[in-house]
């Protein structure tokens, strides 16, 4: 082989080495950087609320009802998908809840528009008609979200009463085998 086939064997040789690297660290950058975003989305969303709430506390007028029901409404949906989510973890069943909640998460999203488009009105008298009139559909969500966590509760398997009951039996039983094998055998050794 000449010297300019070597040459170009190892410019390719090199530059595939310099573009897997470049993909390999391409990839781990990316699911760094997607990792600390599923990390800190919990808590910057927990900072946003937390704001949100000492707006409502510290906000008077028509302002602090929409605030308060922008609470209201992301807790109650938060406390849901927190619920779902360990209820699907542990395996119980849910059956329709988990679609019943991705609409009324839905419907919370649009909500929610509204009601920065309710905060954000300048005249105080139609920021009181849309807390009154999105408050009652805020609280529709709210119940409704609530009643998902009851559904789910109540669908809850119980800590297992009958399980106990019948191990509590199986182990008198075992025990009471075990005494009388043990008088037996002492018996045995008495002869």
Known sequence: MDFGTVFLILMLVIIAIVVGVA????????????????????????AKRN??????????GPVAEILKQRVALAESLEATR??????????????????IFNTLQQTGTVMEHQLLVAQQEPDPAVQGLYSKTLGVQVEQITQTAKG????????????????????TRTLEIEATMLKNWSATYTDLGKD
């Open 51 to 60: 704001a949100l709430k000492a707006r409502a506390e510290t906000s008077t």
């Open 82 to 99: 927190r619920s779902l989510a360990v209820a699907q973890s542990t395996g119980q069943y849910t059956g329709n809840l988990e679609q």
């Open 23 to 46: 993909i390999v660290m391409g990839v781990l950058i990316r699911r760094g950087v997607l990792g600390l975003v599923k990390i800190s989305k919990p808590k910057y969303e927990s």
């Open 148 to 167: 998902v966590r009851n559904a789910l509760a109540s669908a809850a398997a119980p800590a297992g009463d009958v399980d106990l009951k019948d191990l």
